[in-house]
């Protein structure tokens, strides 16, 4: 039902509003900056505040049982969290951490409700985030019952922040990606090597290439959409 979507990463939380509620967003904030790898919010902070990354990237993530970090996504700029602690009252389900020099405006609640009070027309934008947020989350499920790995890899590299200039090479260590698609280092191992073997990737220490962007999200759209045509058995 969900092949194919790729609704994560889209268009930015902020940049689908109207340039008269964005000023009104970053006016109605605190801005704050943080170095690389520092902790931003703890898992279970009942801090309650919209926050939008105004540069750098933010990773979520949870410490297993084991003790091993596993990262669930990366964020970058104009994109938003903490909407649910807004609305449904909940502490923070992760551990939040700049990844490089990052910047957030950050809404506290009493704030929030005021803009949310005074301009009505917000409330459509919040709707069509968390409809995004929701969207997001059922393809998440959906790939992981359907999708082999090397396609739900594939479908990770290109959620992930891009850092050059040609929106190619992915900073990320295939440790990383191992625990962010709870497997082991072997099977991502594979997994890497046939997407190579298909000359969509290459890598070096602590970067992953997309060789040709379009090339691979044809690739990725292939395999979701022969994924959903396939009966299980």
């Known amino acids: 039902m969900l092949a194919g979507l790729q609704t994560y990463p889209s268009a930015s939380f902020f940049s689908l509003l109207p340039e008269r509620l964005q000023n009104l967003l970053i006016a109605a904030s605190k801005r704050s900056q943080f170095e690389d790898g ?6 279970g902070d009942k801090g309650q505040s919209l926050s939008i990354i105004e540069s750098g990237h933010v990773r979520f993530s949870t410490l297993g049982r084991d003790g091993t970090r596993v990262s669930t996504i990366t964020l970058g700029a104009g994109e938003s969290f903490g909407e649910f602690t807004l609305f449904a009252g909940t502490p923070r389900l992760f551990d939040m951490h700049a990844i490089g020099p990052t910047v957030i405006n950050a809404v506290v609640r009493q704030r ?11 409330s459509k934008f919040i709707i069509q985030l968390l409809a995004r947020r929701l969207l997001f989350a059922l393809e998440i499920l959906d790939d ?14 290109l959620r992930r922040p ?12 295939q440790k990383e ?6 497997v082991s280092r072997v099977a991502l191992g594979t997994a890497i090597n046939k997407l190579k ?13 997309i060789n040709d962007l379009a090339a691979f999200r044809s690739w990725v759209q292939e395999q979701s959409q022969l994924a959903a045509l396939v009966p299980e058995r």
């Open 162 to 173: 891009r850092t050059s200039a040609d929106n190619l090479n992915i900073a990320v260590t």
């Open 177 to 182: 990606l191992a625990n962010e698609l709870s």
């Open 197 to 209: 073997l298909l000359n969509l990737i290459s890598t070096s220490y602590g970067q992953v290439t």
């Open 38 to 43: 520092e902790l931003i919010h703890p898992r």
């Open 144 to 157: 992981e019952r359907r999708l082999p790995l090397v396609a739900k890899l594939a479908k990770t590299l």
């Open 112 to 122: 929030f409700e005021k803009l949310l009070e005074d301009e009505p027309e917000f």
